[in-house]
């Protein structure tokens, strides 16, 4: 009896110390259950499941976002882009799901001093959407390389 006792004291301590990690996480900025809810069913028909793409069609959104989000200018074209501003999300919403995949699907790539998107900030740069996105993603390749990151290729 007492050893079960000293156990469950045991558990009782372990599951504090990792609710207290827990918090002292810093806030990812997104609730992944509603993540993915908005993704199925706002994004994915497009981008697949998995958000690999369709070659020559549609570009992944794995790897890539981690690298557009560096600077300002791709900051914006992400959350400008048609399928996301146009999109019949909310601002939080659009700001929940950008942020799970940019933690989730671009966890390599993502800079380590990324600030989440936050509902704010989609409100006042969103609209309007871009109309020539591939003239804008071009330029936007240009200037990651010009700032050394040679990682996003040209195409997709
Ligand atoms: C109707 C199909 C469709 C839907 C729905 C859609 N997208 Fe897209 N998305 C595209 C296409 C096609 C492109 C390439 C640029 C263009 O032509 O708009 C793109 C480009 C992007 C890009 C830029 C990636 C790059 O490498 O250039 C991001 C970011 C993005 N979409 C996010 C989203 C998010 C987030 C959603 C859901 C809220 C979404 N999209 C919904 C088709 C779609």
Request: aromatic share 6%; with cysteine; hydrophobic share 40%.
């Amino acid at each position: 009896m007492k050893r079960s006792l000293a156990w469950r004291v045991a558990l009782l301590l372990a599951c504090g110390a990792s609710s207290a990690l827990y918090a002292a996480e810093p806030d990812r900025g997104y609730d992944a259950a509603s993540a993915k809810q908005a993704w199925v069913l706002n994004c994915m028909g497009c981008h697949t499941a998995d958000a690999h793409g369709i070659p020559g069609k549609v570009p992944p959104l794995t790897g890539e976002l981690g690298h557009f989000v560096r600077l300002p200018q791709g900051r914006e074209f992400v959350m400008r882009v048609p399928g996301a501003s146009n999109s019949a999300l909310s601002d939080a919403d659009l700001a929940n799901v950008l942020n799970w995949l940019i933690d989730t699907r671009n966890t390599q790539t993502k800079p380590a001093n990324f600030k989440p998107y936050t509902a704010e900030e989609i409100a006042a740069k969103r609209r309007p959407a871009l109309t020539h996105v591939a003239e804008h993603r071009a330029a936007l390749v240009e200037r990651l390389r010009k700032a050394g990151d040679n990682a996003v290729a040209d195409g997709y």
